[in-house]
């Protein structure tokens, strides 16, 4: 499976953005989603996932912020960020497996696939 995400941007702090992850090659239907992101200096943090079953997680720092969906007949899946903040600026990727347990989701190492990565950029 193809990914590309897109949506990024500039943004002051307390605003939203909504990031997108388009599929091709593969329907996400049954696979696992999620996004990491990448700050300079920092390793990749996971950011949210959801599960072919439909089942969502979060990291803790985006809890409560961060809304993850899936769109099942456009073959995307949607990172709608809210309040944010300039510690949420990054490199967003998307990341794809169709095989993984539950204990395996917040790892970036076991995503088979992976777009090409979006700036988010909050300023202050």
């Known amino acids: 499976v193809q990914l590309q995400a897109s949506g990024g941007g500039l943004v002051q702090a307390g605003g939203s953005l909504r990031l997108s992850c388009a599929a091709s090659?593969?329907?996400?239907?049954?696979?696992?989603v999620a996004w990491f992101r990448q700050a300079p200096g920092k390793e990749r943090e996971f950011v949210a996932a959801?599960?072919?079953?439909?089942?969502?997680h979060y990291g803790d720092s985006v809890k409560g912020r961060f809304t993850i969906s899936k769109h099942n007949a456009q073959n995307m899946v949607y990172l709608q960020m809210n309040s944010l903040t300039p510690d949420d600026t990054a490199v967003y990727y998307c990341?794809?497996?169709?095989?993984?347990?539950?204990?395996?989701?917040?790892?970036?190492?076991?995503?088979?696939?992976w777009g090409q990565g979006t700036q988010v950029t909050v300023s202050s």
């Open positions: 990341a794809a497996d169709g095989s993984l347990i539950l204990s395996q989701l917040r790892s970036d190492r076991d995503y088979d696939y």
């Open positions: 090659g593969r329907t996400l239907s049954r696979y696992t």
């Open positions: 959801i599960r072919s079953v439909g089942t969502i």
